[in-house]
């Protein structure tokens, strides 16, 4: 049986290595160096769990593939902080936007990929029943996560006053925490949309190689 529901140790090596690096690269010398340290958190947790998990609980080649596209997301942000990133202020000008739209970008992230997350470890935990409920408490997760994200938001500005202006990136939009929300949701039901059917296929595949290799 081809090995292609889970990536293999050494991709899973090369992956990591060339994660490292870009996060080396990210932090030589980023625009603020406090905004970029919140902003790699996620990175530098997900990899060592990842890391120990990755024998008991492999994950699909899919979620795998949109863990590593996200940390690069956080990274790029992270450097030059969301507000100033050059991708943004790009788009910006081809939109004609009023402000770089990179925060959004790493919003709709956070929704994409972290319904990907919930939905493997529902599937595979047979947690919920029936495809539209799955599909609920997936958004649900992906909201959950973040309003928490937008707390954290919150501590830090209570914590750091005008020093956690680069870490926010409102850019002075007053209804910045409900758009960030808006573009996760978007990027969760964006996953949810496009990428199901891959997920379950690689989910039955992963499944039936577990089986085959038990004793």
């Known amino acids: 049986?081809?090995?292609?529901?889970?990536p293999?140790?050494?991709i899973l090596t090369i992956a990591l290595a060339a994660l490292m690096l870009a996060l080396v690269a990210s932090g030589w010398q980023p625009y603020d160096r406090v905004t970029w340290l919140m902003e790699v958190l996620p990175v530098m947790i997900?990899?060592?769990v990842l890391l120990a998990t990755r024998r008991r609980f492999p994950l699909t080649t899919l979620l795998y593939a949109c863990i590593f596209v996200h940390g690069l997301v956080l990274m790029l942000g992270g450097a030059y902080t969301y507000a100033r990133v050059?991708?943004?202020?790009?788009?910006?000008?081809?939109?004609?936007?009023?402000?770089?739209?990179?925060?959004?970008i790493g919003h709709f992230f956070q929704g994409f990929v972290p319904?990907?997350?919930?939905?493997?470890?529902?599937?595979r935990g047979a947690h919920v029943q029936g495809r539209r409920m799955l599909a609920f408490v997936v958004v649900?997760?992906?909201?959950?996560?973040?309003?928490?994200?937008?707390?954290?938001?919150?501590?830090?500005?209570?914590?750091?006053g005008q020093g956690a202006d680069e870490?926010?990136?409102?850019?002075?939009d007053p209804w910045d925490t409900q758009s960030d929300m808006f573009f996760a949701l978007i990027g969760a039901v964006a996953a949810l949309a496009l990428l199901s059917g891959v997920h379950?296929?690689?989910?039955?595949?992963?499944?039936?190689?577990r089986l085959a290799r038990a004793p």
């Not at 649900?140 to 914590?159: D, K, P, Q, R």
């Open 1 to 6: 049986m081809s090995d292609t529901h889970t």
């Open 115 to 123: 319904a990907l997350v919930a939905r493997e470890i529902l599937v």
């Open 86 to 104: 050059p991708l943004g202020f790009q788009i910006a000008d081809a939109l004609g936007l009023h402000r770089n739209p990179y925060d959004k």
């Open 200 to 209: 379950d296929r690689q989910l039955r595949g992963l499944a039936g190689q």
């Open 8 to 10: 293999s140790p050494g």
């Open 167 to 172: 870490f926010l990136g409102t850019q002075g």
């Open 140 to 160: 649900c997760v992906v909201l959950a996560i973040s309003a928490t994200y937008e707390f954290i938001e919150w501590g830090a500005a209570l914590a750091m």
């Open 46 to 48: 997900a990899v060592p």
